[in-house]
């Protein structure tokens, strides 16, 4: 789950994690009460999404006055802000964060995340802060530091004084920086988080280090015990068939195919996905009904898939292993029924009852396209929409 960048930086002071003062807007009005609120005579007026980019696509700004940043907050607000993250459709602006201006001296980069070829967390460390990191980890790699973190002992001291030695810093920025890294990764692992980004992390002329910018996502699965995190879930930042989807339970994410895929189970997905590419397709969505795929389940996942425009036929493949073949095919029919399908539905039933499965699709009345192997499936529904 992403966060906006004020939601993050709220958690990390939680955790001693120095950010700039801020507070956020949703009115131009209150982006002024905030300014006079944080005092001083910089401000940097920031559009928050849940996208990188925004600097470039002019969602974050200077002003010098309080005027300025009601005109600033005024342009921004309401703006349709488009990113490489965005993609060409943007995203509406529909609150700000409202900054003190920094004397920043040096920016670097600063992240934390979970190394799955070697199962460890690792702090991936960069003087090149406040680029795009793929861009530096593509170009030049050997600017990105990283140590791996031990899940049972955590960042130490030294491997923290490490990156700190690795960025050049001196004096009181080495000190503080030191004291940054431990407090990210204490929050990190606090908040059951599943990326800590920090970029840039700034260096001030003083020698304080700070997180210009928060960039915090959590791990879905581990929710339950933070709710109060649940509730910072910004829908409108989402995709409305993906809101839709985790509505029902479905595991939802759309793509950009014409092949609408229904399945059950991840792995079975994936390969699903995979074939209907072999064979000359391409999948509109990755769709998970679950294990226990039902009658309710299969109906809201064909309304969800429909509402694609893009979709021009869809592939269900599911394997009955806890759940039987005859009861899915059965949910399937009176979901088609329900839904008034337009489009050519290919259906795919393997495992326990599969013949019986295929006998209730045949005599549904409707015109399904039954297929017995996933190869054959694929095939046919890319022949389908070439049809």
Same mark, same amino acid.
């Given at each position: 789950? $992403?966060?906006?960048?004020?939601?993050? #930086?709220?958690?990390?002071? #939680? =955790?001693?994690?120095?950010?700039?003062?801020?507070?956020? /807007?949703?009115?131009?009005? +209150?982006?002024?009460?905030?300014?006079?609120?944080?005092?001083?005579?910089?401000?940097?007026?920031?559009?928050?999404?849940? @996208?990188?980019?925004?600097?470039?696509g002019g969602g974050v700004k200077l002003a010098q006055s309080l005027e300025e940043v009601r005109e600033r907050a005024a342009e921004i607000l309401g703006m349709r802000l488009i990113t490489h993250q965005t993609g060409p459709e943007g995203r509406i602006v529909r609150?700000?964060?409202?900054?003190?201006?920094?004397?920043?001296?040096?920016?670097?980069?600063?992240?934390?995340?979970?190394?799955?070829?070697?199962?460890?967390?690792?702090?991936?460390?960069?003087?090149?802060?406040?680029?795009?990191?793929?861009?530096?980890?593509?170009?030049?790699?050997? #600017?990105?530091?990283? +140590?791996?973190?031990?899940?049972?002992?955590?960042?130490?001291?030294?491997?923290?004084?490490?990156?700190?030695?690795?960025?050049?810093?001196?004096? *009181?920025?080495? $000190?503080? /920086?030191?004291?940054?890294?431990?407090? !990210? =990764?204490? @929050?990190?692992?606090? %908040? *059951?988080?599943?990326?800590?980004?920090?970029?840039?992390?700034?260096?001030?002329?003083?020698?304080?280090?700070?997180?210009?910018?928060?960039?915090?996502?959590?791990?879905?699965?581990?929710?339950?015990?933070?709710?109060? =995190?649940?509730?910072?879930?910004?829908?409108?930042?989402? *995709? &409305? !068939?993906?809101?839709?989807?985790?509505?029902?339970?479905?595991?939802?994410?759309?793509?950009?195919?014409?092949?609408?895929?229904?399945?059950?189970?991840?792995? !079975?997905?994936?390969?699903?996905?995979?074939?209907?590419?072999?064979?000359?397709?391409? &999948? @509109?969505?990755?769709?998970?009904?679950?294990?226990?795929a039902n009658a309710t389940t299969v109906e809201a996942g064909f309304r969800i898939i429909l509402k694609d425009p893009s979709v021009k036929a869809v592939l269900i493949n599911i394997f009955g292993g806890i759940v039987r073949c005859d009861r899915v095919a059965t949910?399937?029919?009176?979901? @088609?029924?329900?839904?008034?399908?337009?489009?050519?539905?290919?259906?795919?039933?393997?495992? %326990?009852?599969?013949?019986?499965?295929? *006998?209730?699709?045949?005599?549904?009345?409707?015109?399904?396209?039954? /297929?017995? %192997? !996933?190869?054959?499936?694929?095939?046919?529904?890319?022949?389908?929409?070439? /049809?």
């Amino acid at each position: 789950m $992403k966060i906006h960048e004020y939601q993050g #930086k709220e958690i990390l002071k #939680k =955790y001693n994690v120095p950010v700039p003062r801020g507070q956020v /807007a949703f009115t131009v009005d +209150e982006a002024v009460k905030a300014a006079e609120k944080i005092g001083g005579s910089v401000w940097v007026v920031k559009a928050q999404i849940h @996208a990188g980019g925004r600097g470039k696509g002019g969602g974050v700004k200077l002003a010098q006055s309080l005027e300025e940043v009601r005109e600033r907050a005024a342009e921004i607000l309401g703006m349709r802000l488009i990113t490489h993250q965005t993609g060409p459709e943007g995203r509406i602006v529909r609150r700000l964060l409202i900054e003190q201006g920094m004397n920043i001296a040096r920016e670097m980069y600063v992240g934390i995340t979970l190394d799955r070829t070697n199962s460890q967390n690792v702090v991936m460390a960069s003087t090149e802060g406040g680029v795009e990191i793929e861009k530096v980890a593509a170009e030049t790699p050997e #600017k990105i530091l990283k +140590e791996a973190v031990d899940p049972i002992v955590g960042l130490t001291q030294f491997q923290a004084r490490k990156l700190c030695f690795g960025l050049g810093l001196t004096g *009181d920025a080495f $000190k503080n /920086a030191v004291k940054f890294f431990l407090a !990210l =990764y204490k @929050a990190y692992e606090a %908040t *059951d988080a599943s990326l800590a980004e920090i970029n840039p992390l700034v260096i001030t002329q003083e020698g304080h280090v700070l997180a210009l910018d928060a960039k915090i996502n959590f791990d879905d699965n581990a929710l339950e015990r933070h709710p109060d =995190y649940a509730e910072m879930r910004d829908l409108e930042e989402e *995709d &409305p !068939l993906e809101v839709e989807a985790s509505a029902s339970n479905l595991n939802y994410i759309k793509l950009d195919g014409n092949v609408g895929c229904m399945v059950n189970g991840a792995g !079975l997905a994936m390969a699903t996905m995979d074939i209907i590419k072999l064979a000359g397709g391409m &999948p @509109a969505n990755f769709l998970d009904v679950g294990g226990g795929a039902n009658a309710t389940t299969v109906e809201a996942g064909f309304r969800i898939i429909l509402k694609d425009p893009s979709v021009k036929a869809v592939l269900i493949n599911i394997f009955g292993g806890i759940v039987r073949c005859d009861r899915v095919a059965t949910g399937v029919v009176e979901a @088609a029924k329900n839904v008034d399908v337009q489009i050519p539905i290919v259906i795919r039933l393997a495992g %326990t009852n599969a013949d019986l499965a295929a *006998d209730i699709l045949n005599n549904s009345g409707l015109k399904f396209l039954v /297929a017995g %192997t !996933l190869k054959e499936a694929a095939e046919k529904v890319t022949s389908a929409i070439a /049809a």
